[in-house]
Each structure stands twice: as structure tokens, then as C-alpha cells.
T-cell receptor, first 113, second 111 residues
Framework: DTGVSQDPRHKITKRGQNVTFRCDPISEHNRLYWYRQTLGQGPEFLTYFQNEAQLEKSRLLSDRFSAERPKGSFSTLEIQRTEQGDSAMYLC???????????FGQGTRLTVV | KQEVTQIPAALSVPEGENLVLNCSFTDSAIYNLQWFRQDPGKGLTSLLLIQSSQREQTSGRLNASLDKSSGRSTLYIAASQPGDSATYLCAVLFTGNQFYFGTGTSLTVIP
């Protein structure tokens, strides 16, 4: 296993379009996180899954954002009606049961034009 | 409000120097603190994890310490190398499930 995998690595989209990102966590990790990072800032929490249950959502996750983890393995993050302010790096992380350590993927860089 | 602060925002040192990066947090009730490295345009690489019951962790040339009572952690890098140039992020797990990140320290090691 090579770690947390995110796809695509880069996405350029026009304002108003919908985009979907995928995250494959480390095998058998039951915890999964989504974070957003803008230039020069630290990552900001978006949402947290334990297995397939979405247990926590940030106020940053507006109604245009939705995340799923249907089978407790991979996760998707969808942004509807994208805005220029959505341009950021979207990071996914996973963690194993019994540990609080988080392992991050390489991120998806979104540019909304 | 739970906040994490990193000082300095940027640091430039000559190769071979030992250096210390600082992280402070507002609430002493933490589960753990994790130090990450981030290269430009890339994701985060975990460097060290310190549990709340621990005082320090070491990995190679890196040593991280934790003082919960004062709300501080330091990352010590010995004998710095140009390859250490990156942004270093501190993340704190308070109660709940989300990590709170500082804004990072951008390190440049000059050959």
C-alpha cells in the first residue's frame, strides 16, 4: 500500500460547474478526513468520517459541498456551482482504528476560472 | 476558541545549523500533536506524533517536544540540510475529531 491516494491531482473548472474529487485511504483505515488549504494558510477542517458515517462537518462545508463514503472505503467530495473562492488545495487524510495519527494524500488542486 | 500559532512564519539558515520551530496552542486539553512537512504544491508528510501523555518524540535528526501546561511544542532539527527546505506545519487534536493547524513555518536551508 502506497498511502492515501487522491484523484485528480489538478482540476481547472469554470465558475458554476460541478466537480467531484475522490480519495482512497490507506487500506483498512476506518477514519477519513477532508481538509481545504488556501495559499499561505494551514489546512482547514471540512468533514470527518468513521467508517461510512459522517460524524462531523465544519461550517465551512456549505450546502454546495457534499461528501460521501458509501462503503467505508473510498470517499468523494463534490462541489456544486463552483465559485472562484473555492479555488484551493483539497486534502484527504486517513487514520487507523486505535490511533490518532493522520496520514495525508497529495491533494487535489482546484482552480475555478 | 481553539487556535494554533506557529512562529516564525519564515526562517532561513545556513546548511549545518541546528534550528527550532515553535508551535503554541490555546487549550492544554489535547489528545495529540503532530508535526508535518509540506513541499510546495504537495500534500503533507507526517514527521512526528506526540501523544498527550508524552513529553517528546525523536526520529533521526528531528526531535519534537510537548509542554501541555504552557501550550507549546517545539520541533528541533539538527544539522540542517538543503533538503530540509519546506514548510513545517503543526497540528493539534483537541477534543473532537478535527485537527487544528497552524499557518506553518517556511524553512529555507542555504547551501
Amino acid at each position: 500500500d502506497t498511502g492515501v491516494s487522491q484523484d485528480p491531482r489538478h482540476k481547472i473548472t469554470k465558475r458554476g460547474q460541478n466537480v467531484t474529487f475522490r480519495c482512497d485511504p490507506i487500506s483498512e483505515h476506518n477514519r477519513l478526513y477532508w481538509y481545504r488549504q488556501t495559499l499561505g494558510q494551514g489546512p482547514e477542517f471540512l468533514t470527518y468520517f468513521q467508517n461510512e458515517a459522517q460524524l462531523e462537518k465544519s461550517r465551512l462545508l456549505s450546502d454546495r459541498f457534499s461528501a460521501e463514503r458509501p462503503k467505508g472505503s473510498f470517499s468523494t467530495l463534490e462541489i456544486q456551482r463552483t465559485e472562484q473562492g473555492d479555488s484551493a488545495m483539497y486534502l484527504c487524510a486517513s487514520g487507523n482504528r486505535g490511533s490518532t495519527e493522520a496520514f495525508f494524500g497529495q491533494g487535489t488542486r482546484l482552480t475555478v476560472v | 476558541k481553539q487556535e494554533v500559532t506557529q512562529i516564525p512564519a519564515a526562517l532561513s539558515v545556513p546548511e549545518g545549523e541546528n534550528l527550532v520551530l515553535n508551535c503554541s496552542f490555546t487549550d492544554s486539553a489535547i489528545y495529540n500533536l503532530q508535526w508535518f512537512r509540506q513541499d510546495p504544491g504537495k500534500g503533507l508528510t507526517s514527521l512526528l506524533l506526540i501523544q498527550s501523555s508524552q513529553r517528546e518524540q525523536t526520529s533521526g535528526r528531528l526531535n519534537a517536544s510537548l509542554d501541555k501546561s504552557s501550550g507549546r511544542s517545539t520541533l528541533y532539527i539538527a544539522a540542517s540540510q538543503p533538503g530540509d527546505s519546506a514548510t513545517y506545519l503543526c497540528a493539534v487534536l483537541f477534543t473532537g475529531n478535527q485537527f487544528y493547524f497552524g499557518t506553518g513555518t517556511s524553512l529555507t536551508v542555504i547551501p
